[in-house]
């Protein structure tokens, strides 16, 4: 998957019980094909991701208490350019400096710890560590960024946008 490998080394499932777990072993996964996936928004990168998802399986629906991502040694490049990082640089003069480091960023650390909730709430811890060739003369950097998302919502949202798109292609077809 992605270049990579995802391994589930045994999944017990008892239906008698309230909590079922297990972990899923994550090797190699390409960070320029995970980037690839948001076709469109200027963002290249070099690397590969290791690590473990802890899934715990629940009544009200699966659950990852704290999984965790890291690229290998010895890093890679993250390059955001094009229209929506030129956007982004436009919103907020905090958000163009982030902008200038990450149009060519040289990371020798990332690592994305992750936590899912039953309701859909998944929250992405990102770090980078690393540096710009031509920004502040190469001065080293260190990024947090944390992201917030429902997933449920936003499956919801891409599923209904999926089935505007297709009664208008079938209405005009």
Do not use: W
Not at 123 to 145: C, K, V
Not at 148 to 168: A, G, H, M
């Amino acid at each position: 998957v992605l270049g990579g490998r995802i391994n589930v080394p045994l999944i017990r499932f008892d239906t008698r019980q309230e909590i079922n777990a297990f972990g899923v072993e994550i090797e190699g996964l390409q960070i320029e094909q995970i980037a690839a996936l948001e076709a469109g928004a200027g963002i290249t990168a070099s690397g590969e991701l290791d690590g473990v998802l802890p899934i715990i399986l629940l009544s009200e629906g699966p659950k990852i208490p704290a999984g965790s991502l890291y690229a290998r040694a010895p890093g890679g490049i993250v390059q955001f350019r094009g229209t929506a990082a030129d956007n982004l640089k436009e919103s907020d003069p905090s958000v163009d400096l982030a902008m200038q480091v990450l149009d060519d960023f040289r990371y020798n650390k990332l690592q994305t710890d992750i936590t899912y909730q039953p309701d859909g709430e998944l929250n992405l811890g990102l770090q980078f560590q690393g540096y710009n060739p031509t920004f502040f003369d190469g001065q080293a950097t260190h990024f947090n960024l944390n992201l917030e998302y429902n997933l449920l919502d936003l499956l919801e949202s891409l599923r209904i946008s999926n089935d505007i798109v297709q009664k208008l292609e079938n209405k005009y077809q």
